[in-house]
């Protein structure tokens, strides 16, 4: 069998090497078609680093050039503030945004085929995107940051004009507080309460520090209070939030004071720093349209926690207050180190600062006023805070009925203190202006700057790196893209098609076949046997089931008489239809052993002989048939196996004749396999065999010397 495999190998192998010069032919017309995957991937490199580099030259030339920028910068400078189209704003900033993707996937192309790693141009995409959400968002969200006892909680009050975030002489607010626009779907929903999860409560928890005046007892205790608490609330709330839903019309003062109580409980419990999150309320009574005003706790605290959440706010709100007391009129050193935190890490975030001024209103003359009000507004000013977005203000005014003893007090005090009784709604209609004219104008600003700065700079170096690499061939200069490729294609198709497919190809297959019938030749024997074996004995198990017996068979048969019964008619019926039975089952095995052949050995080496050409994948095909496989294979073994048949069950034993030649074929067809009845005499009880195949394969001998004598002779007769 390993010979007939060897030679089916070798008819594939000759029939593809006379096929060399007819598969040349059919693959350079897909060559010149540009249908090869090599050429065509090569040619669709060429080709997008071709318009790749053109994109970036006319964007050079375009949206990157000095007048495109000065076009941008001059449109706007004559933007007025109350007067331009906003959305026509923002469709200007998403044009502007597009064409700088596009430019930066360029870069990005070019980056990945030159191996520059240039870690800037995915910092650009990621300043890119962010701008455009910024620019995209609908819900504007305004910080209130400051000191502790700035009046934060009492200016967002009076934004609202109602006093839902509560105000005291003593710490207030704990917990980042957010009001935020009625959500349309669930109007009832008064405020949600977001605690950590697990996660993150466990890695705040094990940041939590020691006050400057706790003892280690204290602050053990407070550990321990603040786990039960949450422990408590998990158990009470067991899906990391919890809503307050709203009071309605017909309940009285003290259940809407009761609910807003409940609420400030968890805003100034400072137990619960490191359980809840954030605290959402929903009210109608914003100071704009789609606005979110969110209090964090002062930067002076001593919880560590309270500084990092409002640096947080400060980077992802749109803009912010930064509230400063004007009875302190110098800025103090948490107010120093708070600006110089922005300043070195959000830079950008003080052209979105207002200064806010609170409690100059306790000033008891003008003139102290006016000296605690020039010096506030001057240092914020050396801190970069934009003069006219520095605001006086008495936002509890705001809070009280013009017709109490308080507010005339208060009106009647201030109203000699210049603007600081118009200070809140200037500052009010200043922010307004700003969320809803200025913000998009500084986007649009930002945009242009990165542009300017970041992507005008990558992409002179992109187009020197390519130049400098060689990555499109001198001669584009002088032809187009489709007849420099056409030209490449006719030179190189000799080369290609003898170095990169066919020698390849061929070698690949005449490896396989060194190892299939040398290096595994072994396995391959074994393999067959196995098989064989185990097909043979699937198809014979009913064929080895007991037969009928003779003298049962003689007894019933009809014969001329019954005086003297004859058992060599039955007998000899019964074995020549064994014989047939078995001679199909062979033939059946040899059937299934013939498929194994030609997929596992036939098919694969096609398959492999293909890959000259993986765009049609039968380019090869060979002629030799599963039929003709069939007929070889069963050719073979039934040269073998019908002798076998013969001797061992066609004919009958009391036939000395018939089993004397059935012997004789048995040895001359398969001499090993009548050697190995001779050595295995568990096979004939009698020894009969054993005896008479020795002797007949003497008689043999004396017909002939060939080769098959031969064979006899070594396996039969003893040299003395």
Request: with cysteine; aromatic share 10%.
């Amino acid at each position: 069998m390993l010979h007939l495999v060897d030679h089916w190998i070798q008819q594939l192998l000759g029939e593809f090497l006379q096929k060399r010069d007819h598969f040349k032919y059919k693959l350079k017309e897909k060559w010149e078609k540009q249908e090869l995957f090599v050429n065509h991937e090569h040619n669709n490199k060429t080709r997008t680093t071709y318009f790749v580099v053109k994109e970036l030259q006319e964007a050079l030339n375009g949206v990157l050039s000095r007048s495109s920028f000065e076009e941008t910068t001059d449109y706007i400078t004559k933007l007025e503030c109350k007067n331009h189209d906003v959305n026509e704003l923002k469709e200007k900033f998403n044009e502007l945004s597009e064409q700088y993707f596009k430019i930066i996937d360029s870069l990005e192309y070019i980056d990945r085929e030159t191996k520059s790693y240039n870690t800037h141009i995915k910092s650009i995409r990621d300043s890119l995107m962010s701008l455009k959400a910024l620019n995209d968002k609908i819900t504007h969200t305004i910080c209130i940051i400051g000191l502790e006892k700035a009046g934060k909680s009492t200016f967002i009050n009076a934004l609202t004009g109602f006093q839902l975030l509560p105000t005291a002489s003593e710490r207030c607010t704990q917990i980042r507080t957010v009001l935020k626009p009625p959500l349309q779907n669930q109007l009832q929903r008064f405020a949600t309460v977001t605690y950590y999860n697990d996660h993150e409560f466990k890695t705040y928890f094990d940041k939590m520090v020691k006050k400057t005046d706790e003892s280690n007892e204290q602050f053990e205790r407070r550990k321990r209070e603040v786990m039960e608490e949450r422990e408590a609330l998990k158990k009470k709330f067991p899906h990391e939030h919890f809503d307050i839903n709203a009071y309605d019309t017909r309940s009285n003062e003290a259940e809407k004071q009761k609910i807003i109580n409940s609420l400030h409980d968890y805003i100034k419990g400072e137990l619960y720093v490191n359980i809840i999150k954030e605290i959402s309320i929903y009210t109608d009574k914003l100071p704009g349209e789609n606005y979110e005003l969110l209090d964090v706790p002062g930067f002076d605290s001593p919880i560590k926690e309270h500084r990092d959440a409002g640096l947080l706010a400060i980077a992802t709100a749109d803009a912010f207050l930064f509230l400063s007391n004007g009875q302190s009129p110098s800025l103090t050193d948490p107010q120093i180190c708070l600006l110089h935190e922005i300043q070195t890490h959000h830079y950008e975030a003080m052209q979105r600062a207002f200064g806010i001024l609170t409690k100059l209103d306790l000033c008891s003359t003008r003139a102290i006023y006016l000296d605690h009000y020039e010096k506030c507004k001057g240092e914020l000013i050396d801190k970069l805070f934009n003069p006219a977005r520095i605001f006086a203000a008495c936002p509890r005014l705001e809070l009280l009925e013009e017709r109490s003893d308080e507010y005339r007090a208060i009106d009647g005090k201030i109203r000699h203190f210049d603007n600081l009784k118009n200070g809140f709604e200037l500052a009010k209609a200043a922010l307004n202006e700003f969320i809803e004219y200025e913000l998009p104008k500084t986007h649009l600003k930002q945009l242009l700057d990165l542009g300017k700065t970041r992507l005008l700079r990558f992409a002179n170096e992109a187009l020197d790196i390519v130049r400098q690499k060689q990555l499109l061939p001198e001669n584009l200069a002088i032809m187009s893209i489709d007849e420099y490729l056409k030209v490449h294609n006719t030179e190189h198709w000799d080369r290609y098609y003898y170095e990169d497919r066919f020698n390849p190809t061929f070698a690949k297959a005449n490896e396989w076949h060194t190892t299939i019938i040398t290096r595994d030749r072994s396995k391959f024997i074994n393999d067959t046997k196995q098989i064989f074996h185990d097909c043979f004995l699937e198809l014979t198990k009913e064929f080895m089931q007991p037969q009928q017996r003779i003298d049962k068979l003689m007894y019933e048969v009809y014969g001329y008489t019954k005086l003297i019964l004859n058992a060599h008619p039955p007998d000899n019926n019964q074995r020549e239809k064994l014989s047939f039975e078995l001679e199909n089952i062979v033939d059946k095995t040899s059937d299934h052993l013939a498929q194994h052949f030609y997929h596992s050995y036939v098919c694969e080496l096609e398959n492999i002989l293909n890959e000259i050409s993986p765009e049609e994948k039968d380019l090869y095909r060979t002629k030799l048939s599963l039929e003709k496989c069939r007929y070889e294979v069963h050719a073979l073994i039934f040269r073998i196996c019908r002798p076998v048949i013969m001797a061992g069950l066609r004919y009958s034993r009391s036939d000395f004749h018939c089993k004397e030649e059935a012997i004789r074929e048995l040895i001359y067809i398969a001499p090993i396999v009548a050697y190995k009845i001779v050595n295995d005499r568990t096979q004939d009880n009698r020894g009969e065999l054993a005896l008479m195949i020795p002797n007949l394969a003497e008689l043999l001998l004396k017909g002939g010397s060939g080769t098959s004598e031969r064979l006899i002779q070594s396996l039969f007769v003893r040299d003395e």
